[in-house]
């Protein structure tokens, strides 16, 4: 007797399409819902699908964001973050739950934001990226200025007009926009595009960058408190100023830029320095330096005129040496002349000696001193000319000393390419370059014969690109082992006569 119940005309239906029953129910009845709740248990997978839960005091939900929409979110999913999402209501039969498919997500009010904000500054703090350590200072002088900001409105007009007035450089403008959810992306391309750029290329690589915005809402200004943009900022090697609201609005860039300005035209003045204070400024150091040179002067003339006080006069230091002259010039008068008489004297005793011998030959000593001084006048002519002819030779032998001097660097060139020839033959690297490689043991010595070697034994090939290692094998190598060997060649017997004979 069969155990199932005929009394029943109603269909028996399989979970299947009981399952799929519910899911069109569910789908019809909730096709559209706008749920405020509490993030939880968020998990994104390897696929690009996040997983999470909507929760409040009483209930919790599951729910899904698909991949593509993901990154259309107005605030991306994280714990304990209160937002307000809209989507579908439908069922995951395999489980027998429901979930919320989730098309749009924002935030729940402005605390809500605020305190995602406060999450994130804490993450980043954590990080160090708000150390005033790793702030640069900004150039003093820069030569080319690169801006990210929208390129119409009367922020990017404040900043060009600021910027001519003080300081009349180069200024490079990124386009991006700088309000909206693709707004934290295009600026962060911005950012890192003028990171790319090359010093003297034909966009040259700003000295300095300022990102600047007008001021807004919370809401407005929400695409700067991006973490992926500030973490561009933090990594942007170019000193950075933001600017980005008035000066009661504080978003995530503005702790980790290396300077923070009230407003963008504050960025301008805080980028640039003033040309006209500049000029002031060289002025009144010409002029100081005017004054001190003359100070200077001033003093040391006051130093060599009360030092020159001290000297005695030029007079006084005279007198005395006048003086002596004096005595010594009269008594060398009259030393002279009881020297002339004395001279005199003697000169007279002498001649009457000479007088017989002048009498008898006078023309034979006159002859005498006359070829004497015939003879010394001869001698000067003649070093007189060999003097000429040396200095009239001089000339010749330069010329002869620079061509010498050529010849010998010639040679001293040729042999210092010999011996570089030399050297580079002799470089234990050389070979490499044509094939050959070096054999190194483990400890880095250099094989120098066969013998050294053991079966087994690690060694290290050196070529011209770089190194490998081998091992050390017995017998020949499998190349030389698979080929074949030469036939011996036949030896011919004597065809006839007397043989020579083998030599060997």
Not at 70 to 88: C, D, F, K, S
Not at 441 to 449: M, Q, W
């Amino acid at each position: 007797m069969s155990a199932v119940d005929s009394t029943s005309n109603s269909p028996a239906l399989s979970v299947s399409d009981l399952a799929f029953a519910l899911k069109r129910t569910l789908e019809d009845a909730f096709g559209h819902v706008r749920l405020r709740g509490e993030i939880s248990k968020v998990t994104r997978h390897s696929s690009g699908h996040v997983y999470l839960s909507l929760k409040d005091e009483r209930a919790v939900i599951d729910a899904v964001v698909w991949k593509g929409q993901v990154r259309g979110l107005q605030v991306q999913p994280e714990q304990g973050l209160e937002v307000i999402v809209t989507g579908r209501i439908t069922t995951y039969p395999a489980r027998s739950s429901y979930q919320l498919i989730i098309e749009t997500m924002e935030p729940a009010g402005v605390g809500a934001l605020l305190a995602q904000l406060e999450r994130l500054k804490a993450k980043l703090a954590g990080e160090g990226l708000f150390e005033t350590s790793r702030k640069r200072p900004l150039p003093v002088m820069p030569q080319v200025i690169g801006v990210v900001t929208s390129p119409t409105g009367a922020v990017i007009r404040d900043i060009l007009h600021r910027i001519t007035d003080r300081w009349p450089c180069r200024v490079v403008v990124w386009p991006v926009v700088v309000q909206g959810e693709t707004a934290a992306a295009q600026v962060s391309a911005a950012i890192r595009g003028f990171e790319t750029l090359t010093p003297g290329g034909p966009i040259p690589r700003p000295d300095l960058l300022i990102v600047a915005r007008g001021g807004g809402s919370i809401e407005d200004l929400w695409p700067f408190n991006d973490e992926a943009l500030a973490r561009a900022v933090a990594a942007c090697t170019i000193p950075l100023i933001s600017a980005v609201g008035h000066e009661t609005d504080t978003t995530l860039i503005d702790f980790v830029s290396d300077r923070r300005a009230p407003t963008p035209t504050a960025a301008a003045e805080m980028a640039t320095p003033e040309l006209a204070e500049l000029k002031l400024q060289l002025i009144g150091m010409d002029q100081r330096l005017t004054r001190s040179m003359s100070q200077t002067l001033d003093g040391l003339h006051t130093r060599v005129t009360a030092a020159g006080r001290g000297l005695p006069r030029p007079a006084d230091l005279l007198g005395l040496a006048a003086q002596r002259f004096d005595h010594a010039a009269a008594r060398l008068s009259g030393a002279l002349g009881r020297n002339i008489e004395l001279h005199a004297r003697d000169l007279t005793r002498w001649s009457s000696r000479l007088t017989p011998v002048l009498l008898e030959r006078p023309g034979r000593l006159k002859a005498d001193r006359l070829s004497e001084l015939s003879q010394r006048l001869a001698g000067a002519a003649r070093r007189k000319a060999a003097d000429a002819e040396a200095r009239a030779r001089l000339p010749s032998l330069q010329q002869r000393l620079d061509a010498a001097m050529g010849r010998r660097i010639q040679l001293a060139a040729g042999e210092v390419a010999r011996l570089d020839q030399l050297r580079r033959s002799l470089d234990p690297n050389g070979p490499l370059t044509r094939g050959f490689a070096r054999v190194h043991l483990a400890d880095g010595k250099l094989v120098r014969s066969a013998t050294s070697l053991s079966a087994g034994d690690g060694v290290k090939l050196v070529f011209a690109d770089g190194d490998r290692t081998a091992v050390v094998q017995d017998g020949e190598p499998p190349a030389a082992r698979a080929a074949p060997k030469r036939a011996e060649p036949v030896k011919k017997p004597p065809t006839g006569g007397l043989s020579q004979g083998d030599l060997f």
